[in-house]
């Protein structure tokens, strides 16, 4: 295993970036450079810097809290971004900053040019994109604008009146007659809120009901009038123009409603999300946000894809469309669900699918991310990994962190995944803070439908708040992500003494240092981004084999060997016909061999990538 270490560390000091993308590195704002000849393509792809991007997404309520208050702050991001640095990554995506009363920590936003107080000033954010732009990184933002704030302006001028002018930036509805109870309408449709209980308020102040799919404090904005996309363009060159370098659009697909909000059919009301994501005018609007907004700047955007399809991504991510560069498709992060917080029995198969289904229909002029995790999903070593032992926690962080870094697409990687920071022990209700779960309770517990113990433990297993404990920076009080006499917004996981980012620093056979060698390896080679696609066994129960290969006029081929072992039973694995174990350059077991070998032997949740 010695020689991988000094092949990564050369790799680290030599290649941080590619060619092309440290051509590209950037440390100012970033508009449209005058019209230049097209790059070459490459393997049939238009080469592109978010092509090639490594992004970590920070939840910055949970990252690091600089001011003794519980509370992660953008002070503590600065703080950390030579860790970041460190890591390879060269693209932080933030989830929200903005002002915000935080009923969904921080995706109500109150004010869309103003820094949310408990994570510092505008000043501060200035600096932090400053420092971000000088380590040769860049920055991406949530936009958050299928809904705001009940406390926005806009929103408080809305629900005045009916006759002011910001009423129709939302959707207002009469109530239906109530024939039980003639004093209290019913609401308008039988859409239900993701949040649980009706998508429909009623406010007494003008006697009708606004449209809200999340939370009651999350109004839907009303895309249909100019108006309100003409301040979404607005705000998006506001923060642009500052040198922020793209977007990840939250639940941007749902911006189109349908046309005169009907009822939801029966089979509609077993997948809510679906009708609401086809509106007839979303491609319209995302192809005016691109012409007014987009294509002047040399952004990345990415768009949470709910209710989107693998077959209806192409409408969305080609470029010829010029809508968004890629979307979230939630078929992988989501196989292991049914219903609410329900566990799903999966297969690797299954997985395997997805992957090739991507690669079928995604062609030369789209493009695909590859994430397992977010600030939305359980930890990734707890639900597709192996927290069970240390030393299974361990070697399926290292697999799957294989995996995100070497399948098509721009690999999005969470905060703490690169140390296999794992889900929080909860065992009472007490212990969430997330709307989502306090909501369903109220759905599923208080009227009877589930017994307590039962959605405890199903919320431990699904629980968006699994992700959202404070990041594990030391052994040190509050795992060193605020100071010891503070109280963190949401309680650390009691494992951080022996899970931290310290600890694995100094530990040459970390996950953390392995991710840095993946990270180093994918910057390396452009295999890894462009190249073909092949799973060597579709079938097979147990292990993922999969081929990158690329070959460039006048350069030598490159063709590499994935091999992943998902499970605690070893297994034996012959390779096709063609395809050899030539030369070993990744692995996440000590003492790996068998180079040349046309039969591997691989351990439990053991990981190899070869040249071959």
Do not use: C
């Amino acid at each position: 295993m010695k020689h991988l270490y000094v092949f990564a560390a050369a790799i680290v000091l030599s290649v941080s970036l590619s060619p092309l993308q440290a051509q590209r590195a950037v440390t100012t704002a970033t508009p449209k450079p005058p019209a230049t000849p097209a790059a070459p393509l490459i393997n049939g792809y238009q080469p592109a810097w978010w092509k090639e991007a490594v992004v970590y997404q920070i939840y910055p309520r949970s990252f690091q809290d600089s001011n003794g208050d519980g509370i992660g702050d953008l002070n503590g991001i600065t703080r950390h971004l030579d860790y970041l640095q460190k890591l390879g990554v060269n693209v932080i995506w933030l989830s929200p900053h903005y002002d915000s009363p935080n009923a969904d920590n921080g995706y109500d936003i109150r004010d869309y040019r103003k820094v949310m107080r408990e994570f510092g000033t505008m000043a501060d954010f200035d600096r932090m994109l400053a420092a971000i732009k000088a380590r040769h990184m860049r920055l991406i933002i949530d936009l958050v604008v299928n809904h705001t704030s009940d406390e926005h302006h806009w929103f408080a001028e809305s629900r005045s009146s009916k006759d002011n002018p910001y009423r129709n930036y939302y959707f207002w509805r009469d109530g239906r007659p109530n024939p039980a109870d003639p004093a209290h309408p019913l609401p308008p449709n039988n859409y239900p809120s993701f949040f649980s209980g009706s998508a429909w308020q009623y406010d007494p102040a003008t006697q009708q009901f606004y449209l809200h799919l999340f939370a009651v404090k999350q109004p839907d904005l009303n895309w249909d009038n100019p108006k309100v996309r003409e301040d979404v363009f607005s705000l998006m060159r506001f923060w642009l123009d500052k040198g922020v370098d793209g977007f990840r659009m939250d639940v941007i697909p749902l911006i189109s409603k349908q046309p005169g909000l009907p009822d939801l059919s029966a089979d509609e009301m077993k997948n809510p999300p679906r009708p609401w994501a086809n509106g007839p005018h979303r491609d319209e609007y995302l192809q005016e946000m691109n012409r007014e907004v987009l294509s002047k700047y040399d952004v990345m955007t990415v768009g949470e894809a709910i209710g989107i399809e693998l077959g209806e991504q192409t409408r969305i991510v080609n470029s010829e469309r010029h809508e968004l560069n890629m979307i979230f498709n939630f078929d992988a992060v989501r196989m292991n669900r049914g219903n609410g917080y329900t566990e799903r029995a999966w297969t690797l198969p299954e997985l395997k699918a997805i992957y090739d289904g991507h690669a079928q229909v995604l062609g030369k002029t789209d493009w695909d991310t590859v994430f397992l995790s977010n600030h939305d999903n359980p930890r990734l070593v707890s639900n597709f990994g192996d927290d069970s032992t240390a030393e299974f926690r361990v070697r399926s962080a290292k697999l799957l962190e294989t995996m995100l870094l070497t399948l098509r697409g721009t690999p999005f990687l969470y905060q703490g995944d690169e140390l296999g920071m794992t889900n929080y022990p909860f065992v009472r209700l007490d212990q969430f803070d997330d709307i989502e779960v306090k909501n369903a309770y109220k759905e599923k517990v208080m009227t009877g439908m589930m017994p307590e113990a039962q959605f405890v433990a199903e919320a431990h297993r699904f629980g968006r708040d699994n992700a959202r404990t404070p990041m594990q920076w030391s052994a040190a009080p509050n795992a060193g992500f605020a100071p010891a006499a503070a109280k963190p917004w949401l309680a650390v996981n009691p494992n951080y003494t022996s899970i931290n980012a310290a600890a694995e620093l100094a530990d040459p056979d970390s996950v953390f240092h392995y991710t840095q060698r993946a990270i180093a390896l994918r910057h390396a080679h452009l295999a890894f981004v462009y190249g073909d696609y092949r799973d060597l066994n579709p079938t097979h129960s147990q292990v993922f084999a999969y081929t990158r290969t690329l070959d460039l006029p006048g350069k030598p081929a490159q063709r590499f060997l994935v091999v992943l072992n998902f499970g605690q039973k070893p297994a034996e694995y012959t390779l096709p016909e063609g395809v050899k174990a030539r030369k070993l350059i990744l692995a996440n077991i000590p003492g790996t061999k068998e180079a040349g070998a046309s039969t591997l032997h691989l351990g439990a949740w053991e990981a190899r990538v070869y040249a071959y």
